[in-house]
């Protein structure tokens, strides 16, 4: 028997020479940046967003284009977001630009430093150093490069939504971005549709003129094919199965990824995909999820948990069965839906309501069914 690896990745970003689809998305982020838009990429967990900021730095970095790539995850303090920018330069700063980028930041003489070491230093000299001499430094960093070296720099805040945390950092990051247009570009990624609306009633807020993109769920065309292929070329037959498990993943990148690779685990080399090999892949899958899903439960209000098991279970957070069934008030469901749908948890479809993620609600219905 042949073994190969599965030739699936399931776990943080895809190489850019390995992502399904997503062109038309990296073409309008590139041309975007290009006209110096501010730009927002939306989408629920494990989309693809980071994957495709991927792509558009590798493409964009053929061509000239500086792109730096600052992960925001819980981002905690002003403090903390010096830290962030630092690194993101740290690693993205091209190495002909490094000497110029590195005396820019040497000359503002707020404590940061291209190696990413500097911020750190100064708070551990001095823990009572004001951060905001530094993020100005950071921020308005792009601008000189541009201004000593000509190009553009596209700036992607990745996580943005956890900035809101942090108080005065939306309007400090506004205030340098929105005169840098010339030079500058800035996409802001995360999960949340209403990241940027907390700071709607600041006047330097430029969300009037922000250029959204949402990414989707893979169509199912473009994925039936590549998991085909990709069995073919491992000597093994999904043909039988694909229906169920492009079904079982309902176009959810990551969750149709994780199931294809789950499933090419269960079949041998040389063999062929039975309905026991993808009942076994949904088992695991689902035992896989288990402690996320009950992270993603225990997160919730009893009544926000209540409108995900109505979704999981009736397709519909108002379905009279389920609101006796589950016990919740009409009034409550009302009330915890649109905090769901903000947290990309679920979704109001043309065809109904969803959960997003198509194996946390399977957990749901296998664990806490209430169904007949
Ligand atoms: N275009 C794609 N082609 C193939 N797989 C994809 C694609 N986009 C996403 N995936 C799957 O989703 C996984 C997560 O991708 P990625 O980390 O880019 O998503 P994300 O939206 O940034 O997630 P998070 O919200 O956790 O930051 C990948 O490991 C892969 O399995
Ligand atoms: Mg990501």
Redesign the pocket.
């Known amino acids: 028997m042949r073994e190969t690896a599965s030739p699936f990745?399931?776990?943080?970003?895809?190489p850019v020479d390995r992502?399904?689809?997503?062109r038309s998305e990296v073409d309008s982020i590139t041309e975007w940046t290009r006209e110096g838009r501010l730009m927002v990429l939306v989408?629920p967990?494990?989309?693809?967003?980071?994957?495709l900021i991927r792509k558009i730095a590798s493409e964009g970095e053929k061509v000239g284009l500086v792109v730096i790539t600052v992960d925001l995850f819980e981002v905690a303090s002003l403090a903390d977001l010096v830290l962030r920018l630092e690194r993101a330069w740290a690693q993205h700063t091209p190495d002909k630009l490094r000497p110029v980028a590195s005396k820019i930041l040497a000359a503002a003489q707020a404590g940061v430093s291209i190696t990413g070491a500097g911020f750190a230093l100064a708070m551990a000299d001095r823990p009572t150093t004001d951060p905001e001499p530094a993020l100005h430094a950071l921020l308005e960093l792009p601008a000189q490069l541009a201004q000593r070296e000509g190009g553009r720099t596209l700036i992607v805040l990745d996580e943005f939504q956890s900035v809101t945390g942090v108080a005065g950092a939306e309007t400090l990051i506004w205030q340098h971005a929105r005169p840098q247009r010339e030079a500058v570009s800035y996409l802001l990624s995360g999960?949340r549709p209403d990241m940027l609306s907390a700071a709607t009633d600041d006047k330097e807020h430029p969300s009037g003129q922000v250029a959204m993109l949402r990414l989707d769920r893979?169509p199912a065309a473009e994925l039936r094919e590549v998991i085909n292929n990709r069995f073919t070329a491992g000597d093994r037959d999904v043909t039988g199965v694909l229906d169920g498990l492009l079904a079982a993943g309902e176009g959810h990148?990551?969750r149709t990824?994780l199931l294809a690779h789950l499933l090419w685990q269960e079949v041998p080399a040389g063999e062929r995909a039975t309905g026991d090999h993808l009942e076994a892949a949904v088992t695991v899958a689902l035992t896989q999820v288990d402690p996320e899903a009950r992270a993603t439960m225990s997160g919730l209000t009893v009544g926000q948990r209540k409108v995900l098991r109505a979704v999981a279970e009736y397709g519909t957070p108002m379905a009279t069965r389920a609101l006796r069934t589950l016990g919740l008030p009409k009034t409550t469901a009302q009330k915890a839906a649109p905090h769901l749908v903000a947290a990309a948890l679920i979704e109001d479809t043309d065809q109904g309501w969803r959960v997003i993620d198509p194996l946390l609600a399977r957990w749901i219905r296998t664990n806490y069914g209430t169904r007949a």
């Open positions: 990745e399931f776990d943080g970003p895809v992502m399904i689809n997503r989408a967990r494990r989309y693809g967003k980071t994957s999960v893979l990148p990551q990824m």
